[in-house]
């Protein structure tokens, strides 16, 4: 299976503001849509955002919805999710991976099971 890179992560403060990227070997990401995750130690991963192929729909996880925002770069190099009005309970390491279907269901849909999430990033929010 295809695994990608997560990668942008860091401490912030409450209330900042975080660029994460997701990466390819191929150097491509149009060939899917692509799913943002993230997992807090000892809790069940949790899906963010996903992003179809051509970046004309993306979908965002209620906890998540109004602050962060996903859009695919030129010529479809990375995917990135713009994160603002960071929040502690946002802290995880968060993933990136090709997926089958980007609706508005999808979030609700990842499950801890799955261990085709490559390389991810930590992210962690201080109060």
């Known amino acids: 299976q295809l695994h990608l890179v997560a990668s942008g992560g860091g401490a912030v403060q409450f209330g900042g503001s975080l660029s994460l990227s997701c990466t390819a070997s191929?150097?491509?990401?149009?060939?899917?849509?692509i799913g943002w995750s993230r997992q807090a130690p000892g809790k069940e991963r949790e899906g963010v955002s996903c992003?179809?192929?051509?970046?004309?729909?993306?979908y965002f996880g209620d906890s998540v919805k109004g602050r962060f925002t996903v859009s695919r770069s030129r010529y479809a190099s990375t995917v990135d999710l713009q994160m603002n009005n960071l929040k502690p309970e946002d802290t995880g390491v968060y993933y990136c991976?090709?997926?089958?279907?980007?609706?508005?269901?999808?979030?609700?849909?990842?499950?801890?099971?799955?261990?085709?999430w490559g390389q991810g990033t930590q992210v962690t929010v201080s109060s």
């Open positions: 992003i179809n192929t051509d970046g004309s729909r993306s």
């Open positions: 991976t090709p997926i089958y279907k980007c609706d508005t269901g999808w979030t609700s849909r990842v499950t801890s099971d799955d261990d085709t």
């Open positions: 191929s150097g491509r990401l149009d060939f899917y849509p």
